[in-house]
C-alpha cells in the first residue's frame, strides 16, 4: 500500500507547475503550445503564406485549430507564434503578422483569448490596426502605425472600454505646398477623442519631426 502511495506522488510531483494553472495566471503561459503548419502560398497576399495554428494543452491535447491563417513569416513549418496580452484581461493573445509591405506596413491577424470559452477568437478590431503594438505607457492600450511614403505618417492610439476598442488619438505628418506657391513645409494633424468631441491641432515645420 505505503510502495503505490509513493508512486502515485512521485508522479504527480515531477509535473511542472504550470501544468496546474490556468492560461491566464502569470506562471501558465505554457499551458498552450502552438504549432503552425504549412498550407501553401496565399493567393492574395504577396509573399505571405497560408496555413493553420495548433493549439494545443499542457498534456498534448489538441484543443483548438485555427485554419485559414495567413503567415508572412510562416515559410518554416517549425515556426511557433509567441503570445501576448493584447487587452489586458491578464490571458496572453495571439497576433500573427499577415502581410508586411515593401515599405514596412505590417498588417496583422489578432486572436484574442476567451476565458469563458477557453477559446481564440479573431478580433476585427484590433486586426484592422496596421503595426499593431501594446502602448508601452498604458496596457490597457494599443498603438498603430502606417507609411503612404518614406515623409508620410500615420500612428493611431486606442484604449479599451468596457470591452470595446475605442480611439482616442490620431497623429499624421506628411509633405505640404502651399497652393500656388513653392512654400513648403511638413504638416503636422493631431487630433483626440475625448467625452464625444473631437479636437485637431495643425502645424507646419521646415523639418520632418
Known amino acids: 500500500m505505503w510502495k503505490t502511495l509513493s ?7 515531477s509535473l511542472p507547475a504550470w ?25 492574395d497576399l504577396d509573399g505571405s503564406f497560408v496555413g493553420e495554428v495548433r493549439i494545443r494543452n499542457a498534456s498534448g491535447k489538441l484543443v483548438q485549430v485555427l485554419g485559414n491563417v495567413s503567415n508572412y513569416y510562416g515559410e518554416d513549418s517549425e515556426w511557433l507564434p509567441g503570445a ?3 487587452n489586458n484581461d491578464g490571458c496572453p493573445d495571439l497576433v500573427m503578422t499577415s502581410q508586411v ?5 505590417a498588417s496583422v491577424e489578432a486572436y484574442l483569448y476567451n476565458p469563458r470559452r477557453r477559446r481564440f477568437e479573431l478580433n476585427e478590431a484590433l486586426s484592422n490596426i496596421g503595426g499593431l503594438d501594446v502602448d508601452p505607457r498604458d496596457k490597457n492600450c494599443v498603438t498603430g502605425g502606417w507609411k503612404s511614403g518614406a515623409d508620410s505618417v500615420y500612428a493611431s492610439r486606442h484604449c479599451w472600454k468596457k470591452g470595446k ?15 500656388g506657391s513653392e512654400s513648403f513645409c511638413y504638416e503636422h494633424i493631431e487630433t483626440t477623442y475625448r467625452g464625444g468631441r473631437k479636437r485637431t491641432r495643425t502645424k507646419c515645420t521646415k523639418t520632418f519631426e
Open 165 to 179: 476598442l475605442v480611439l482616442v488619438s490620431e497623429y499624421k505628418i506628411s509633405p505640404r505646398y502651399k497652393e
Open 19 to 43: 501544468a496546474f494553472d490556468p492560461w491566464c495566471s502569470p506562471r501558465g503561459k505554457q499551458a498552450y503550445r502552438f504549432e503552425w503548419v504549412v498550407k501553401g502560398k496565399a493567393e
Open 7 to 13: 508512486i502515485v506522488l512521485l508522479c504527480c510531483s
Open 101 to 105: 509591405a515593401g515599405i514596412g506596413n
Open 84 to 86: 501576448r496580452d493584447y
